[in-house]
């Protein structure tokens, strides 16, 4: 059992910078791919990025690509999100994902642990 608690939210203006933490529980955090997605009001929650269990290898969605970036720290159980030139389509709840999948490329169905989701608000 992981149990995922994200901070770091908060509303911002175009163009700032916000991180996201996501800290794990458990001892076995290293052997999870972890990820961001992202669920606006009304639609899908979607794929936002991934990153391997040793940190090295990432994959992101084409809209997050070069303003995003996730990275974790094994020896703290802890993944994040840094999130460059934030734009009004980025609002959205945003959720940790801890996965067994061997894919960087995930989708809401290969998820094993989700957080809580924090939101994220970008105003114009």
């Known amino acids: 059992q992981v149990q995922l608690v994200e901070s770091g939210g908060g509303l911002v203006q175009a163009g700032d910078s916000l991180r996201l933490s996501c800290a794990a529980s458990?001892?076995?955090?290293?052997?999870?791919?972890m990820g961001w997605f992202r669920q606006a009001p009304g639609k899908e929650r979607n794929f936002v990025a991934a990153?391997?269990?040793?940190?090295?290898?990432?994959y992101y969605t084409d809209s997050v690509k070069g303003r995003f970036t996730i990275s974790r720290d094994n020896a703290k159980n802890t993944v994040y999100l840094q999130m460059n030139s934030l734009k009004p389509e980025d609002t959205a709840v945003y959720y940790c994902?801890?996965?067994?999948?061997?894919?960087?490329?995930?989708?809401?169905?290969?998820?094993?642990?989700w957080g809580q989701g924090t939101q994220v608000t970008v105003s114009s």
């Open positions: 990153i391997g269990r040793s940190g090295l290898s990432t």
């Open positions: 994902a801890a996965t067994n999948s061997i894919s960087l490329v995930l989708s809401p169905g290969r998820v094993d642990y």
């Open positions: 458990g001892r076995t955090f290293s052997r999870y791919i």
